[in-house]
């Protein structure tokens, strides 16, 4: 069994669409939980980050996790054109380097 | 400010050679890892640097990998003998704390 898994879509929605990005993990003690986003070509970048349990609010983008059943969403509100990209689930391990999922792909159509 | 840079972007080589990949950490950023990121296979951990401290090396998927960090600084991740399955795109992420990694925009090797 795999850290993170994560379904890789892809997923497509019309613009204004609330998105749901999921991923379950196998490890109880984990303890941090990150979401990043990569356009095509590019690095991933840092959209948020949330420690335990309970829900984090940033703009458009709420990250929720749910320790008793291990698993982590990322709701996009209002989603734009330009939310277009691949999102990564990821954990921390206690060593300090990140366990990824395999990415949901998610084009927003106009 | 300037954020993790990586050269060269694009690397085409022969299997069987050697190459050289290169990271330039966010300055002050203590911590340094690459990670490997093949097609449909997510990202890959291969070796975390911190500080003066020896590197974790857990994930490096053979002895033909290797790495080091010069001056807590610049990093160099070595692979000899390339093979095909080498392929993908190398990223690096620097960071202050390990939840939040920024990553470089990567290179992408192609074994041929």
């Known amino acids: 069994q795999k850290e993170v898994e994560q379904d890789p879509g892809p997923l497509s929605v019309p613009e204004g669409a609330i998105v749901s990005l999921n991923c379950t993990y196998s490890?109880?003690?984990?303890?941090?939980f990150m979401w990043y986003r990569q356009y095509s070509r590019k690095g991933p970048e840092l959209l948020m980050y949330?420690?335990?349990?309970g829900n984090k609010e940033d703009g458009r983008f709420t990250a929720q996790v749910d320790k008793s059943s291990k698993y982590i969403s990322l709701f996009i509100r209002d989603s734009q054109p330009s939310d277009s990209a691949t999102y990564l689930c990821a954990t921390l391990t206690g060593a300090n380097n990140l366990f990824f999922g395999t990415g949901t792909r998610l084009t927003v159509i106009p | 400010g300037a954020g993790v840079s990586q050269s060269p972007s694009n690397k085409v080589t022969e299997k069987g050679k050697d190459v050289e990949l290169r990271c330039d950490p966010i300055?002050?950023?203590?911590?340094l890892y690459w990670y490997r990121q093949s097609l449909g296979q997510g990202l890959e951990f291969l070796i975390y640097?911190?500080?003066?401290?020896?590197?974790?090396k857990s994930g490096l998927p053979s002895d033909r990998f290797s790495a080091e960090r010069t001056g807590g600084s610049v990093s160099t991740l070595t692979i000899q003998r390339t093979q095909q399955e080498d392929s993908a795109v190398y990223l690096c992420?620097?960071?202050?704390?390990?939840?939040?990694?920024?990553f470089g925009p990567g290179t992408r090797l192609t074994v041929t």
């Open positions: 992420a620097s960071s202050w704390s390990p939840y939040e990694q920024y």
């Open positions: 490890n109880s003690a984990f303890q941090y």
């Open positions: 300055s002050g950023h203590t911590a």
């Open positions: 640097f911190q500080g003066n401290s020896a590197p974790d």
């Open positions: 949330t420690y335990s349990s």
